[in-house]
């Protein structure tokens, strides 16, 4: 871990322990709302409050995050871009396709499409999960915490559905001309060779984990000429933003070569051909 990224664990924080504190404090209150020897309400309205607290800035967080990805998902046929003609069109140099794409595909949308019934279910039949009494005590954020997921649940459908029969597009495909990194279904389209201004090999903080918390993982790191032109033609103004801040927390990580992130691990075997391309058609000043 570099002294970067260690410096970020140092900041992340002064988040961290308030909403840890926050969730002990929680738990307090709701072992001493349940005593017997309390009589004082006004700690059960703290406890509703906090919980009220969390919920917001949790759903808040991820309600931006699924926004952008639909408006995404729905405007991108509608997207024209020359610079992914040009480059589309130019003779392949190297594809390199998701391993086991239609078994995962296939897994995935049987579980969404589990999810889709079961909440379609608790819509149009509540009988079957919940009696009266406990429908009333629905709360006005719950029914709008439900209609949230009853949407996703229905947008990861025809998602994963697509990509089961129609197809994953490839991990990684190379031109001529230039590249498309597409690991997730979702990228900044065709890169121009041309507008690549420096590589190197890095690495990021990604992910947590109960025991270990954030992890580093290697990338390898691209610089472009001009992102905020390839982020203004690829990405719908709400995902632009979110693209944004994130290619700015990986550049203060790399060193300024955050701009796009390939994972070596979504390219196998191949990770040392796709090196080899970009030894081959970008600009002499590479790290690699």
């Not at 909403?19 to 307090?28: K, N």
């Not at 906090?50 to 919920?55: C, S």
């Not at 994953?168 to 507008?195: H, N, Q, R």
């Amino acid at each position: 871990m570099t002294e970067t990224q260690q410096k970020i664990i140092k900041k992340l924080q002064w988040i961290i322990y308030p909403l840890a504190g926050l969730m002990i404090l929680d738990f307090i209150l709701r072992f001493f709302s349940n005593s017997p020897a309390d009589t004082n309400k006004q700690s059960f309205e703290l406890l509703k409050w906090i919980d009220q607290a969390i919920w917001v800035i949790v759903f808040a967080v991820v309600a931006i995050g699924v926004i952008a990805l639909m408006i995404q998902f729905f405007s991108t046929p509608f997207q024209k871009n020359t610079t992914q003609s040009e480059a589309a069109q130019a003779n392949i140099l190297l594809e390199i396709n998701q391993k086991n794409q239609v078994l995962g595909s296939a897994i995935l949308w049987i579980v969404a499409l589990g999810f889709t019934v079961l909440v379609n279910i608790l819509l149009f039949s509540p009988d079957t999960f919940l009696d009266e009494a406990a429908r009333a005590e629905i709360q006005l954020f719950e029914k709008i915490i439900f209609g949230f997921f009853y949407v996703i649940a229905h947008f990861l459908t025809i998602v994963f559905g697509l990509r089961l029969f129609k197809g994953m597009p490839p991990v990684f495909i190379a031109t001529e001309k230039g590249f498309c990194y597409e690991p997730a279904g979702i990228s900044s389209g065709w890169i121009l060779w041309k507008d690549v201004a420096a590589v190197s090999e890095s690495t990021v903080l990604y992910g947590s984990s109960v025991n270990n918390g954030p992890r580093t993982v290697p990338v390898l790191g691209i610089k472009l000429i001009n992102p905020e032109n390839y982020n203004t033609a690829a990405y719908n103004p709400l995902l632009r933003r979110l693209v944004s801040l994130g290619q700015q927390f990986n550049n203060y990580q790399t060193e300024g070569v955050g701009d796009i992130l390939i994972k070596p691990e979504d390219l196998g075997a191949d990770y040392d051909k796709v090196k080899a391309l970009f030894e081959q058609y970008t600009r002499k000043n590479i790290r690699l």
